[in-house]
């Protein structure tokens, strides 16, 4: 089974979605630590082009046990984010750039469930439950959208090997 590849499959998307349509021209693919550092969103100001898609390249996650069968997972949180710039209080347009970022985004959800059923992309063990998202904004140049947030599980080699580890303390003589 391959694993899912998160940078590698939004990067992909962003290239391939015709709504975003990223290019090395336009930019509109971006990576980020979390919500409060974008980089690489602000120093690409101001030719960064609007819908783009901002994914966080931390890791965090969790690790599972599935059916308490000792087929160890570990259970990264992918969150990515789809954003529209809106003008300065006019909160019709912020109100319109959080609807069109979450339909774009729901074209990427809708991606990810095809590429599950069709066993593609390491997408097999995408949790359908764990799919969430919020609004957010402002972010960077008067930018607002939706930040989604779901989970991909892989096996987690959790074993103890023997050679991993210094013999038991011995006292010096």
């Given at each position: 089974m391959d694993s899912f590849d998160f940078i590698g499959y939004m990067r992909d998307c962003a290239i391939r979605l015709t709504d975003i349509r990223h290019d090395e021209s336009q930019p509109r693919f971006f990576r980020i630590s979390g919500i409060s550092q974008l980089e690489e969103l602000l120093s690409s100001l101001p030719q960064a082009h609007?819908?783009?898609?901002?994914?966080?390249?931390?890791?965090?996650?969790?690790?599972?046990?599935?059916?308490?069968?000792?087929?160890?997972?570990?259970?990264?949180?992918?969150?990515?984010?789809?954003?529209?710039?809106?003008?300065?209080?006019?909160?019709?347009?912020?109100?319109?750039?959080?609807?069109?970022?979450?339909?774009?985004?729901?074209?990427?959800?809708?991606?990810?469930?095809?590429?599950?059923?069709?066993?593609?992309?390491?997408?097999?063990?995408?949790?359908?439950?764990?799919?969430a998202y919020q609004s957010v904004g402002p972010l960077g140049d008067h930018c607002y959208g939706t930040m989604f947030s779901f989970t991909v599980s892989n096996g987690a080699d959790l074993r103890y090997h023997e050679a991993d580890w210094l013999p038991e303390f011995q006292p010096l003589p």
């Open positions: 609007t819908p783009a898609l901002l994914v966080e390249n931390n890791t965090d996650g969790r690790v599972g046990d599935a059916n308490r069968s000792d087929n160890f997972l570990d259970i990264p949180y992918h969150v990515f984010y789809v954003i529209l710039k809106a003008a300065i209080n006019d909160h019709d347009a912020i109100q319109q750039a959080k609807r069109e970022s979450k339909r774009i985004g729901f074209k990427i959800l809708g991606r990810m469930l095809h590429d599950r059923r069709n066993y593609a992309h390491g997408l097999v063990m995408l949790n359908f439950d764990s799919i």
